[in-house]
């Protein structure tokens, strides 16, 4: 049958390298225990920091959970000091790497420019990128749209073929109390899947700022998932989360 409904989480800088440990251990029970993760109907995916990838893989293997980065170089080799390559990810099986997210481009200056530099790397090396987008500030759902339109075309513009996760995150959202309105997401999700669906066929629309319990629910199949991240922390929360996912892919709305 295949994906139905993608759940990604970020864990950020937020783990050190024995809580990360822990908590992939405790992940691979999570999605062990879940049926529609088993079958492929629910695809889980965790981005840990680089040095937790090697554990991340080990702990995972087998379970279904694919594992990516938080970031990757622009370039596939060569004298660029403290970067990791697309390809050197690849090789190691990292699956996907998050790609544009709003602190890097606030804080370390990451221009659509680069972010479109760093998507063309991930698909010339098989992984697949978690594009994040979204608008700065709270605008109308339509001139939100526009915004997350034009910035998508600007981040594929180097892009060779191939699928990728668009993360909705509208960045005035994110660290939020609470996730944009449902209505807001709906509109502006629904206008990038339809513009994934013309020029890049197998793609998926997930929803990151904010994202926690009950949201999947509220929005069932307006968006083709969500990208957690302190909610997640908990892999109680996460299992809860997964479990409605799992209602989502079932034909009369029951896990």
């Not at 629309?205 to 929005?219: D, F, K, N, Q, R």
Request: proline share 5%; charged share 20%; with cysteine.
């Amino acid at each position: 049958m295949g994906v139905r409904v993608t759940v990604g989480v970020s864990l950020k800088m937020y783990f050190g390298h024995r809580q990360a440990t822990n908590w992939f251990a405790r992940v691979a029970e999570v999605a062990r225990a879940n049926d529609a993760v088993a079958r492929g109907e629910v695809e889980l995916f965790v981005i840990p920091t680089y040095l937790q990838i090697p554990a991340a893989l080990v702990a995972l293997s087998g379970t279904g959970v694919r594992v990516g980065a938080q970031d990757l170089a622009t370039a596939d080799s060569g004298a660029f000091t403290g970067e990791v390559s697309a390809a050197e990810l690849s090789e190691v099986g990292v699956a996907l790497a998050e790609i544009g997210h709003a602190e890097r481009r606030r804080l370390f200056g990451e221009t659509d420019d680069v972010v479109a530099a760093k998507v063309a790397a991930a698909l010339r090396n098989d992984v697949t990128p978690v594009l994040c987008i979204g608008e700065s500030e709270r605008l109308s759902p339509a001139d939100a749209a526009a915004t997350a339109i034009a910035q998508l075309h600007a981040n594929l513009a180097a892009a060779g073929p191939g699928p990728i996760v668009v993360a909705y995150e509208p960045v005035w959202a994110i660290g939020a109390a609470e996730p944009a309105p449902v209505a807001h997401i709906r509109a502006v999700a629904g206008a990038l899947r339809d513009e994934m669906r013309a020029t890049r066929p197998g793609s998926r629309v997930i929803y990151g700022g904010s994202a926690g319990p009950g949201l999947l629910t509220e929005l069932g199949d307006a968006v083709d998932g969500l990208f957690l991240g302190r909610f997640a922390h908990d892999p109680a929360t996460l299992a809860g989360v997964l479990a409605e996912a799992s209602a989502l892919t079932s034909p009369v709305g029951t896990a």
